[in-house]
């Protein structure tokens, strides 16, 4: 069939009353009461309910306008499903998932026994200083299509006694990924298509058996990551508990994040070939192993305890297999188009909106990104004139300040150096008088030597005349 859109309906967009129908979506899929709560979380959710739906809204009301042309023979585009499959094994596609949970819970265990394969991963101890996310890529293949994925693990988080802050290195990892996509993004020259995505598409927050709820470390690292990433809650070890205490626990989990206002990742209830999942109870309940045991006449993978054996893939111990029909065979391109249709777009608008850039002017026009990009820059330039202008203005007190300080400064020391130059004359007389009193003194002190040799010499004089006087003595 041929559908031809009229030319007076390409423009119709969605009106006010669609926000409505888009969160009775919204609610039917994830099992929430109301947007009205007025939460951040609940806003953010449904902004990305709207955003992932709004096409096909427009598509529902532009259908009643649609005519339908029979084609008279085979055209050929009803081959595109196909060609996109064949695209898409040639590729590959990127599944990054990541793990958070206590040293020892038991996270590098069930993503082999998801996978089924042997990760090479090294045990984390349990004396790290702090939180750090360890990330390993690797390279999958089943029936010729190939899975590039990625697990990020939280190596140390809950081992520190002291453990505020430990959130924080999670949140700054995905809001990381999500600025290099945008990076990506934002270049001149780009290829998406080569892209290596690192954004996280699942979260799998292993929760301890410890039959008494969410820790608070839980709660608080789960409301920081609500709105950037889908989050799947799991009960870890899940053997550690009996049937009637593993149900309590569930439903204290889900009451303690209804409590908290978290929203999880709720699993559509319908995969792809039509069949209802029946029987779900959040959050899952898992069992990991990749050991096998014999139990009766059969090999079964689980775990040998002395009261029992624990079989993985048996739903009546453990909902391991609910988590790998849903998670991995059922709803990944969900949890991918998820990822970059709600969260993505969420973190983009919001880095957006930081640098300036919006979708309508001040009269509520729509702008285009040039447009808008002009309007920026003319507002920056406004700015930097108003701040020239406060800087100048600034500046000239400034200088002002200083010149006054600095003839203040001037005053000070001239008239210092004028008391100085005062004390100095004051000096200079003392020494002139005390210079003409040593004049003084040495001329009075010539004299007297004068003097003193002179009487020295008239009394020598007087000694000599006093002796007696001979006659020669006449010769014979």
């Known amino acids: 069939m041929i559908h031809h859109i009229n030319e007076s309906h390409k423009g119709e967009t969605l009106n006010a009353n669609h926000s409505s129908v888009l969160y009775t979506v919204y609610s039917n899929r994830h099992q929430q009461t109301a947007v009205n709560s007025g939460s951040i979380a609940d806003i953010s959710n449904c902004f990305c309910v709207i955003s992932h739906w709004s096409l096909s809204i427009v598509k529902m009301k532009l259908s009643k306008n649609i005519r339908e042309l029979t084609l008279s023979g085979r055209v050929g585009f009803d081959s595109l499903p196909d060609q996109l499959v064949n695209k898409a094994k040639g590729k590959g596609f990127d599944f990054n998932i990541l793990c958070i949970g206590e040293t020892g819970i038991g996270k590098s265990t069930l993503m082999e026994t998801l996978f089924n394969t042997k990760f090479d991963s090294a045990p984390a101890p349990h004396t790290q200083p702090s939180v750090s996310l360890k990330s390993e890529s690797y390279e999958l293949v089943e029936s010729n299509v190939q899975m590039n994925l990625t697990i990020v693990d939280t190596v140390g988080y809950g081992d520190q006694v002291n453990q505020e802050g430990a959130s924080k290195p999670i949140v700054e990892f995905i809001n990381k990924q999500f600025f290099l996509f945008f990076e990506e993004e934002l270049k001149t020259s780009r290829c998406l298509e080569l892209y290596k995505d690192t954004r996280i598409h699942a979260c799998l927050y292993f929760i301890s058996p410890t ?266």
Not at 262 to 291: C, S
Not at 386 to 397: C, I, T, W, Y
Not at 423 to 430: G, N, Q, R
Request: contains cysteine; proline residues 3%; aromatic residues 4%.
């Open 211 to 476: 039959g008494h709820g969410l820790k608070p470390i839980d709660l608080l690292t789960l409301k920081l990551l609500d709105g950037k990433v889908n989050i799947i809650p799991i009960i870890a070890k899940a053997d550690a508990l009996c049937s009637s205490e593993l149900q309590k626990l569930k439903m204290s989990i889900m009451a303690d994040l209804k409590a908290g206002g978290v929203h999880i990742y709720v699993f559509p209830t319908e995969d792809g070939e039509g069949k209802i999942e029946k029987g779900i109870m959040y959050p899952l309940a898992v069992v990991g192993g990749r050991d096998l045991v014999q139990v009766g006449v059969k090999t079964v993978r689980g775990r040998q305890y002395p009261w029992g054996t624990v079989e993985v893939e048996n739903e009546a111990h453990c909902d391991f297999v609910k988590l790998r029909e849903l998670l991995i065979r059922t709803n990944i391109e969900d949890l991918r188009e998820l990822t970059h249709q709600c969260h993505y777009e969420l973190y983009r608008k919001t880095r957006l909106e930081k640098m300036g850039f919006k979708d309508e002017n001040l009269n509520g026009k729509p702008l285009s990104v040039f447009d808008d990009l002009n309007d920026q820059v003319s507002r920056l330039q406004d700015e930097m004139a108003k701040e020239s202008e406060v800087v100048v203005e600034a500046n000239g007190k400034r200088l002002e300040e200083e010149d006054a300080k600095a003839d203040q400064v001037i005053k000070q020391m001239q008239s210092k150096f004028d008391v100085t130059r005062m004390e100095m004359e004051e000096e200079m007389l003392k020494l002139e008088e005390s210079k003409k009193e040593l004049h003084d003194e040495m001329a009075e002190f010539q004299r007297l030597s004068v003097q003193h040799q002179m009487e020295k010499l008239s009394t020598s004089h007087r000694t000599l005349s006093l002796g007696t006087f001979r006659k020669p003595r006449k010769s014979s």
